[in-house]
């Protein structure tokens, strides 16, 4: 009867050690999957952060092409020329000047 009993108990301290070790484990698991997660996030958040950045610079300088020689450059560079209400831009003033004399302005 106390044999009994006391593999009886065994098993049942068994079983709570089992789960408990299964609890432990499981929560374990549980915080570095969240950990991982929420490191993932930031880090989606910080590029995110980083495209509208590049972006702003991107539209700060914004390149234009020399038809003439056919380079482009920043368009805060350029030599500009108006014609019929149309901005055209060149690299340098032998450009500009030869875009002039190429189309009898
Ligand atoms: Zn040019």
């Not at 089992?18 to 993932?40: D, H, P």
């Not at 910080?46 to 700060?60: G, W």
């Not at 108006?82 to 831009?89: A, G, L, S, T």
Request: charged content about 25%; some cysteine; glycine content about 4%.
């Amino acid at each position: 009867m106390n044999l009994e009993r006391g593999v009886r108990m065994g098993v049942l301290e068994g079983i709570v050690n089992f789960l408990l070790a299964y609890l432990i484990v499981n929560g374990i698991f549980n915080y570095l999957a969240f950990t991982r997660a929420r490191k993932a996030a930031q880090q989606a958040q910080a590029e995110k952060e980083q495209a509208a950045i590049n972006l702003e610079v991107k539209e700060e300088i914004e390149m234009v092409r020399d038809n003439i020689c056919g380079c482009t450059l920043p368009k805060s560079e350029a030599y500009v020329l108006f014609k019929n209400e149309i901005k055209h831009y060149f690299c340098s003033w032998n450009c500009r000047e030869k875009y002039i004399a190429d189309n009898q302005m």
